[in-house]
Nanobody
Framework: QVQLVESGGGFVQAGGSLRLSCAAP????????MGWYRQAPGKQRELVAR???????NYADSVKGRFTISRDSNKNTVYLQMNSLKPEDTAVYYC?????????WGGGTQVTVSS
């Protein structure tokens, strides 16, 4: 069973930084893409950043220039460096892996940014 585990969430003041990590220990295949999504209370889950196995990245407009996604080469490990955090970044952040036409999700990690 594929399991993604996120870590690194927490509480930070506006302007601060956090680094999220996601791993899929024991997975025997390589995800073709991995990404970070977030869901704030009362809102739909939205894409934050995504990276393909070729290293191509895309970001939500709201985080461009502040967040950076990276992935360990040939591993199912992905990171999200979040700088200049804003209160509107507060949400549960989820990691997703894509392979064979399927999506695999982690359980999420809470990020709270105070003003």
């Amino acid at each position: 069973q594929v399991q993604l585990v996120e870590s690194g969430g927490g509480f930070v003041q506006a302007g601060g930084s956090l680094r999220l990590s996601c791993a899929a220990p024991g997975t025997i295949f390589l995800f073709t893409a991995m990404g970070w999504y977030r869901q704030a209370p009362g809102k739909q889950r939205e894409l934050v950043a995504r990276v393909s196995s070729f290293g191509r990245t895309n970001y939500a407009d709201s985080v461009k220039g502040r967040f950076t996604i990276s992935r360990d080469s040939n591993k199912n490990t992905v990171y999200l460096q979040m700088n200049s955090l804003k209160p509107e970044d507060t949400a549960v952040y989820y990691c997703k892996g894509e392979a064979f036409g399927k999506e695999y999700w982690g359980g999420g990690t809470q990020v709270t940014v105070s003003s």
